[in-house]
């Protein structure tokens, strides 16, 4: 199964908002509300961000969002701040009963 | 607090076998699905493996099925993975990550063991 398809790289100034796309398929995505958001930065293991599409573990700041469209789920960052740079990643259940992940993106924060 | 402790990486031949362990703490271990989840050097977050609780269900990529096996020693709050026949392209950072399966996502997070295949 390919990975979900996420831009390679996005940036944006402190203060500005931007969003990360994540598309996949009617397999995975456009199924089940099962999307899940990770951050990482170098060197460390990932974090999670946002889970079930739109929910926020606790302790992650309310400038992360997500949403779905579709096959397509978005993170978006407000208010950016040059700690939020690092890189993103998007996993989505399937419908085989196993997981996929995007393939990354790269956030600057200019 | 959660812990999640990975050992058992290293350098080994290809088509030779390796045995990854996953140490939890600070959480019954025996509620939750686990999964390896592997990052081969300057690329993305693979998924590889699931092991439900009870270790009845079990789900594996296509690129390690056949070569790897996932398993648990609930009494020993333990996660494993034998890794068979390896292949270069295995190399990677292998992180043991939880799941609490109701919604399925990844909430905690080991910080990862090296695994190496190389001649």
């Known amino acids: 199964q390919s990975a979900l398809t996420q831009p390679a790289s996005v940036s944006g100034s402190p203060g500005q908002s931007i969003t990360i796309s994540c598309t996949g398929t009617?397999?995975?995505?456009?199924?089940?509300?099962?999307v899940s958001w990770y951050q990482q930065h170098p060197g460390k293991a990932p974090k999670l961000m946002i889970y079930d599409v739109s929910n926020r573990p606790s302790g992650v700041s309310n400038r992360f969002s997500g949403s779905k469209s579709g096959n397509t789920a978005s993170l978006t960052i407000s208010g950016l701040q040059a700690e939020d740079e690092a890189d993103y990643y998007c996993?989505?259940?399937?419908?085989?009963?196993?997981?996929?992940f995007g393939g990354g993106t790269k956030l600057a924060v200019l | 607090q959660v812990q999640l402790v990975e050992s058992g990486g290293g350098v080994v031949q290809p088509g030779r076998s390796l045995r990854l362990s996953c140490a939890a703490s600070g959480f019954t271990f025996s509620s939750f699905g686990m999964h390896w989840v592997r990052q081969a050097p300057g690329k993305g977050l693979e998924w590889v493996a699931i092991?439900?609780?009870?270790?009845?269900?079990?789900q594996y990529a296509d690129s390690v099925k056949g070569r790897f096996t996932i398993s648990r020693d609930n009494s020993k709050n333990t996660l494993y993975l034998q890794m068979d026949s390896l292949r270069a392209e295995d190399t990677a950072l292998y992180y043991c990550?939880?799941?609490?399966?109701?919604?399925?996502?990844?909430?905690?997070w080991g910080q990862g063991t090296l695994v190496t295949v190389s001649s």
């Open positions: 996993s989505s259940y399937t419908t085989t009963s196993t997981r996929i």
């Open positions: 092991i439900w609780f009870d270790g009845d269900n079990i």
């Open positions: 990550v939880r799941d609490p399966l109701t919604n399925p996502h990844y909430d905690y």
């Open positions: 009617s397999s995975d995505v456009g199924t089940y509300n099962y």
